[in-house]
């Protein structure tokens, strides 16, 4: 079975940097994408980033563009989430999710395409 397992959230300084680790296992797809989320209390989940397992390709939501980079190593099926210049903002319990696409399908930020999450990382950025 899928098993997402997050590490490396915590509490950190506005203009800090934190680094998230996601790693899998069970994994049986042909080609996939991982993508980092984050829920703020109240708020729904939203989008961070995606990467797309087989080629590479990466996906960021605009509102935190120039300040996240998502990357993946293969060897060990693990994603990570760097996050630079963080703000109270981005407190958040943050989610790695992955997204079965066996057709190659466009990337997406879209929750509700993910159909396998971890238990999440709670960061928290105090100012």
């Known amino acids: 079975q899928v098993r997402l397992i997050e590490s490396g959230g915590g509490l950190q300084q506005a203009g800090g940097s934190l680094r998230l680790s996601c790693a899998a296992s069970?994994?049986?797809?042909?080609?996939?994408?991982m993508g980092w989320f984050r829920q703020a209390p109240g708020k729904e989940r939203e989008f961070v980033a995606a990467i797309r397992w087989h080629d590479n390709a990466t996906l960021y939501t605009d509102s935190m563009q120039g300040r996240v980079t998502i990357s993946r190593n293969k060897a060990s099926d693990t994603t990570y989430l760097q996050m630079n210049d963080l703000k109270p903002e981005d407190t958040a319990v943050y989610y790695c999710?992955?997204?079965?696409?066996?057709?190659?399908?466009?990337?997406?930020?879209?929750?509700?395409?993910?159909?396998?999450w971890g238990q999440g990382t709670q960061v928290t950025v105090s100012s």
């Open positions: 069970g994994l049986t797809f042909a080609s996939y994408e």
């Open positions: 999710g992955i997204r079965d696409n066996p057709l190659h399908m466009v990337m997406t930020r879209l929750t509700s395409r993910y159909g396998y």
